[in-house]
């Protein structure tokens, strides 16, 4: 069975880094078009980024813009999120999910459009 872990989450002050990792157990994610989400208590899951299978593209909310940065090792079926300067709004539950084969870059910020997802890692920015 497919399977996406992460982890790497954890208490930090704001400023702080954070580096989280998405590991993929049961089949290769080296074609797979990865996306990382979260979800702050109260509110609606929302797009982080996301990055291609060949690290060609990348796509970013724009409040982690400059902050935040994914990059991904094949051959380790593993996808990371470095989280840079964070800060008390960045405090979620962040998942990972893997892009259904076939969509278009152009709807990449769609959470429908994932298929696999894993089970969170939270991330606390205190003040």
């Known amino acids: 069975q497919v399977q996406l872990v992460e982890s790497g989450g954890g208490l930090v002050q704001a400023g702080a880094s954070l580096r989280l990792s998405c590991a993929a157990y049961g089949s290769s994610f080296s074609s797979s078009t990865m996306g990382w989400f979260r979800q702050a208590p109260g509110k609606e899951r929302e797009f982080v980024g996301a990055i291609s299978w060949d690290d060609a593209n990348t796509d970013y909310k724009d409040s982690v813009k400059g902050r935040f940065t994914l990059f991904r090792a094949n051959a380790k079926n593993t996808v990371y999120l470095q989280m840079n300067r964070l800060k008390p709004e960045d405090t979620a539950v962040y998942y990972c999910?893997?892009?259904?084969?076939?969509?278009?870059?152009?709807?990449?910020?769609?959470?429908?459009?994932?298929?696999?997802w894993g089970q969170g890692t939270q991330v606390t920015v205190s003040s």
């Open positions: 999910a893997r892009r259904r084969f076939g969509t278009s870059w152009a709807t990449i910020r769609d959470d429908s459009r994932y298929d696999i």
